[in-house]
């Protein structure tokens, strides 16, 4: 018995998910290991607090959603819902850099980091009940190695990237970039669009009602 690595085939739905998420992640690397020097810094009253108070913002708002989001979700059997939910989740996180342009005091970074953990919970408790329901059988672990590899590197690089350019061009430029990236992602996912189904049935089902039954017989 030998290993051979083989061309990995994607299809198109995985392969667009990859990839916008790749450049979503390649966006937000620019600016958030410099995020609380922005507060800090650039932001009228910002603190050490104040960046706490934004980062637990966004946090609790996103962890609170995500059940919710993802019970409402899987109460469809079709993927059109989950489609515009990624949509525009990610169309609401483009535009949260352009807000940290304008910002001037605290409230104005809470009340973005609010709609950041509202556009989150959206967008990836979508993108993961797609990428889950078309992942290509077989390669399960492969393809989500791929997204995490694509991940990890691209927040790698543009994290050094973006702290370079924040001190030749400064913050607004790179948030600039940021929600360009975020726009490309969101609309990225639109190439796939015809590809979802009205209604899916993937056999992924389970209820604790099953289980009692089976368990009498």
């Given at each position: ?41 650039m932001i009228e ?119 370079l350019a924040i ?51």
């Amino acid at each position: 018995m030998g290993f051979k690595i083989k061309k990995i085939k994607i299809n198109k739905i995985i392969k667009y998910l990859i990839l916008s998420d790749l450049i979503f992640w390649t966006g937000w690397g620019l600016i958030s290991p410099v995020f609380s020097i922005f507060i800090v810094d650039m932001i009228e009253g910002g603190s050490i607090f104040v960046v706490g108070v934004a980062v637990a913002i966004y946090s609790i708002l996103n962890s609170l959603l995500r059940i919710p989001i993802g019970m409402f979700l899987d109460h469809y059997k079709g993927e059109k819902d989950d489609f515009y939910f990624l949509f525009f989740g990610f169309l609401l996180l483009s535009f949260v850099p352009f807000g940290f342009i304008l910002s001037k005091y605290p409230w104005h970074i809470y009340i973005l980091q609010g709609i950041h953990g509202v556009g989150m919970a959206m967008a990836y408790s979508a993108w993961s009940a797609i990428f889950t329901k078309y992942i290509d059988k077989g390669k399960e672990a492969t393809e989500w190695g791929i997204d995490a590899t694509a991940i990890g590197l691209s927040s790698g690089i543009s994290g050094f990237i973006g702290s370079l350019a924040i001190t030749k061009f400064g913050f607004k430029y790179v948030f600039i970039c940021v929600g360009i990236l975020g726009l490309i992602s969101a609309f990225l996912v639109l190439f796939f669009k015809n590809e979802i189904k009205k209604n899916r049935d993937h056999g992924m089902y389970f209820s604790f009602k099953d289980v009692i039954q089976k368990t009498e017989e």
